[in-house]
């Protein structure tokens, strides 16, 4: 055979295998992430998805005999239109389905990743749904593995996913789905101080959602007041700064990380209504519920009761008092600071809990534009 054919023969093998193999995962260079879950009474058709790169689906469950990912036939209707209705606004905006939550089983989490043929269930059904319902990645939010075996389990799952994730996009010739997970904001289970499978979480996952909040609340903190989710906070471990500089010094490239903030708010009844600053004495909530409460009904107190608002520029973080009602929150000026610091510090993005939360887009649109092109 001539040399010019055997030229031309090559040549149009190495395009015939470039067509037919699946599209390279394309690593976002931004993520503006936000989750949003329809027990918030929010509906997905109001999100203004303008602002956001991604959006959060949440949460499908596991089920606890088959380890399969299901969706309740409640939240079916919408998670299964749930992409269609946010790209009408953004046609370029990518979807996540959302899996566990803060109110997952954990049990049967770790079960589930405890056995191969149990990850290859939860695996398996996972594609499958994010496929059936046009979502572009898939999201774990497990709040927490906290020993050594489970740890150890969650990485060899997330092994695993990744492998099943590549295989099945050869396979069908579509663009391969995108794999995160929630995490603590440090890298390790601070009561066990069992580390988080890091090199594994690097090599699997696009990125990692780093939820620096909740660091006080009512709940776990009732004696005293403290910011939620403070950037900063000299002389204490909990703060946004600190998770970040320890998930990137346990060897995590900081391009893997997106920093969580909250658009919501926690609540304490002052003792004395005249000590009314950070670190105050206090008696548990003062809000009903578990004493939380979202920017706008924050917004709404605010208003009704005349409420003094304070921001916090040591800590990054705001709160309001009246009486002895206390709020500590993320305001606009905490969280354009916080998406500034994201961004100087070379992380990919960000990402808030939960959209619905906002007030007419005040803190989505700050964050935006906090960002930048």
């Known amino acids: 055979m001539a040399p010019s054919k055997l030229i031309t023969m090559f040549i149009s093998t190495v395009l015939l295998v470039l067509l037919l193999r699946p599209a390279a995962a394309q690593a976002p260079s931004v993520v503006r992430g936000g989750y949003w879950f329809p027990e918030s009474g929010f509906a997905a058709s109001a999100i203004n998805s303008r602002l956001f790169t991604h959006l959060f689906c949440a949460f499908a469950a596991v089920d606890s005999g088959t380890y399969r990912v299901t969706i309740s036939s409640a939240n079916q209707p919408q ?35 405890s056995q191969p043929g149990r990850r290859k269930a939860f695996i398996d059904s996972s594609i499958s749904l994010a496929r059936q319902y046009n979502f572009h990645g898939l999201d774990l939010d497990w709040e ?24 099945e996009a ?16 440090l890298p390790y ?8 499978p890091i090199r594994t979480i690097s090599n699997s996952l696009d990125w990692i959602n780093l939820m620096a909040y ?21 002389g204490r471990r909990e703060s946004g700064d600190n998770g ?15 920093l969580g903030m909250p658009f919501y708010g926690w609540s304490w009844r002052l003792a004395d209504a005249g000590k009314n600053g950070l670190f105050s004495p206090a008696n548990g909530k003062a809000l009903a519920g578990e004493g939380s409460a979202g920017y706008n ?21 705001d709160y309001c008092y009246s009486g002895t009602t206390w709020i500590g929150y993320d305001d606009v000026q905490s969280v354009s600071t916080k998406v500034a610091y994201a961004k100087r510090k070379g992380l990919l993005g960000y990402f808030a809990w939960h959209v619905g939360a906002d007030d007419n887009w ?12």
């Open 362 to 373: 005040a803190l989505s649109t700050r964050a935006s534009q906090a960002w930048g092109a």
């Open 79 to 113: 998670f299964s239109s749930f992409t269609q209705t946010v790209q009408r606004q953004n046609p370029s905006v990518k979807t996540l389905l959302s899996i566990a939550g803060g109110s997952a089983n954990l049990a049967t989490l770790a079960a589930m990743a």
């Open 244 to 258: 970040v500089n320890s998930w990137t010094q346990s060897g995590l490239p900081a391009k893997k990380i997106v």
């Open 297 to 317: 009904q924050i917004n709404s107190f605010i208003a009704q009761n005349r409420a003094t608002k304070v921001f916090n520029s040591t800590v990054v973080s």
């Open 170 to 185: 050869r396979s069908s010739g579509k663009q391969p789905l995108l794999l995160t997970a929630a995490v603590l904001y």
């Open 189 to 196: 289970y601070y009561s066990s101080a069992v580390p988080y």
């Open 144 to 167: 927490y593995p906290s020993d050594t075996t489970q740890m150890a389990n969650f990485g060899a799952l997330l092994t695993e996913w990744r492998a099943a994730v590549a295989a």
């Open 214 to 234: 909740d660091f006080y609340g009512p709940g776990w903190s009732p004696t005293t007041t403290g910011p939620p989710a403070a950037l900063y906070n000299p």
